[in-house]
Nanobody
């Protein structure tokens, strides 16, 4: 079992930055693809970003490309999401996720473990 504990998030003005962290416990996440999803009120949970087990490749939703950066530190068993140039439409609960494989993570069907979620609110 893997437990994912998220930190970071909060309230920020448009144009600002936030960094989300996701610390894993229970077992190493070094073999898993890791990712982030967002869920806005009244909407389904959507893919935001993913990183392969070795960090050799990263993937982003079109809406966040060039603004968000996913990274990982396998030695610390932690994944990060750096969010820059935030927009009000980025407001959502963000979820960390560990994939079922080491290389592919794009939808909820690909997720083996979820974090608890953290609120990000961007004011205009």
């Amino acid at each position: 079992q893997v437990q994912l504990v998220q930190s970071g998030g909060g309230l920020v003005q448009a144009g600002g930055s936030l960094r989300l962290s996701c610390a894993a416990s229970g077992r190493s996440i070094s073999a898993y693809a890791m990712g982030w999803f967002q869920q806005a009120p009244g909407k389904e949970r959507e893919f935001v970003a993913a990183i392969t087990w070795s960090a050799s490749s990263t993937y982003y939703a079109d809406s966040v490309k060039g603004r968000f950066t996913i990274s990982r530190d396998n030695a610390k068993n932690t994944v990060y999401l750096q969010m820059n140039s935030l927009k009000p439409e980025d407001t959502a609960v963000y979820y960390c996720a560990a994939g079922r494989s080491g290389t592919y993570l794009r939808s909820g069907n690909d997720v083996a473990y979820w974090g608890q979620g953290t609120q990000v609110t961007v004011s205009s």
